[in-house]
């Protein structure tokens, strides 16, 4: 049986391009298009929708509660967010009513990639599963405003390095943690950075959106120390994580933006277990002594969901690319994706097993998955280059 989709947005030119863009997938999906919130409503009062699509800023009934609607009545059905509004109030405020936030404009690549995800048939089982632990946790990171206020300057394509710079140099704290990973080894700059200009100029403004965002959020738990668990070990090895993933990713000859998603990605895959260790102390110090099978299996008895899953959520809501998102919640069950290509997924996952030594996690390659995308044979290069970082210290 065909999904049906239903898409909600107050422009008409907006729902005249999405109409346009998926004409090709009209064999694999319904869909409908409502022009605002009442009309939407009287559509999912009429049928199942098994996903929706809104817009969040429309006049009368907003895209929030669309979803609230939505969510109390048709709770199975997976809710997106399509908007071009991206701010920490906006994430917080979604939190328990979307899955997924996706920013304006949207590629057709990433919405149709998007679609396809949230559209199998585990993808709503589990996310509920997620939404349901998330929503009882009280200290959640906030997205940093200077990443929105940076994402929003980017947007502008007269914009300098020099004026990114100076925006982030307003926060000294923020400078100084930023010129201390750009500086270290490894990033292997020729000459050290001295100003958050520089460090763009150096490494690029998609690497330096990742460092500032990894280390804002982490820095929100700075000081909050778990029994088996600290931010701050956990901000260095996520740092390992990402720069191995993107030197995984051009050693296979990825684009720049697997490479640069890559990076993002392995810079924020312990978000999750961040959040729970910080919320749920108790709890965390029961993984150690659970009977389950492995760390992973583990997570899910104690916790209902997995650290890498709650991380996704989260980031999804937060706008981050799907595949960065995909690259975090699957980090430890790759072969859970469609897509068969080499992406920032596979790149973070060989990365995090690489690196894990003692850390809680499931420190072990998907061959299958690998073999599927014929470089599992790829191993002691890998192998080398985890070396060759695990050998340099860290600052």
Request: glycine content about 8%; charged content about 20%; some cysteine.
């Amino acid at each position: 049986m065909k999904k049906r989709l239903l898409f909600v947005d107050d422009e008409p030119m907006v729902l005249q391009g999405l109409q346009r863009l998926l004409r090709p997938l009209r064999e694999e999906w319904e869909m409908e298009f409502a022009g605002s919130g009442a009309s939407a409503l009287a559509h999912t009062a009429a049928a199942h929708y098994d996903v929706v699509i809104t817009d969040m800023m429309m006049p009368g009934r907003d895209g929030a509660e669309f979803l609230a609607r939505v969510r109390e009545h048709s709770p199975k059905t997976v809710r997106l967010i399509l908007s071009g509004h991206t701010s920490p109030e906006l994430s917080m405020k979604c939190v328990g009513l979307a899955h997924q936030f996706l920013s304006k404009p949207c590629d057709a690549g990433t919405l149709r990639a998007t679609l396809a995800r949230v559209t199998q048939d585990s993808f709503a089982e589990g996310s509920a599963r997620i939404m349901e632990l998330v929503v009882q946790l009280e200290d959640l990171p906030s997205l940093p405003s200077i990443f929105c206020e940076i994402v929003r300057l980017l947007k502008n394509p007269e914009a300098s390095l020099e004026e990114a710079g100076a925006l982030i140099a307003r926060d000294i704290a923020l400078t100084a943690k930023l010129l201390k990973i750009v500086n270290s080894s490894f990033f292997g700059l020729a000459q050290r950075a001295s100003r958050p200009a520089e460090a763009a100029a150096y490494l690029g403004l998609e690497t330096l959106k990742a460092i500032i965002l990894a280390t804002s959020v982490f820095g929100q738990f700075e000081g909050k120390e778990t029994p088996g668990f600290s931010p701050t070990d956990a901000a260095e090895h996520s740092q390992r994580v990402g720069t191995l993933a993107r030197a995984l990713a051009r050693a296979e000859g990825a684009s720049r933006t697997v490479c640069d998603e890559a990076l993002t990605a392995g810079f924020l895959h312990e978000v999750g277990t961040l959040i729970l260790a910080s919320n749920l102390p108790e709890d965390f110090q029961r993984l150690a002594r659970s009977a389950a099978g492995t760390p992973l299996e583990a997570e899910r008895e104690v916790f209902g969901a997995t650290h890498a899953e709650v991380g996704g959520y989260l980031l999804g809501l937060w706008g981050l690319p799907p595949p960065v998102v995909e690259a975090i919640s699957q980090h430890h069950a790759p072969g859970a994706t469609p897509n068969p290509n080499f992406s920032a997924l596979t790149a973070v996952h060989i990365a995090s097993v690489l690196l894990a030594g003692d850390a809680p996690a499931a420190a072990t390659l998907d061959l299958d998955y690998l073999s599927r995308l014929g470089i599992a044979e790829h191993r002691p290069a890998w192998d080398a280059a985890a070396d060759e970082l695990l050998a340099a210290p860290a600052h």
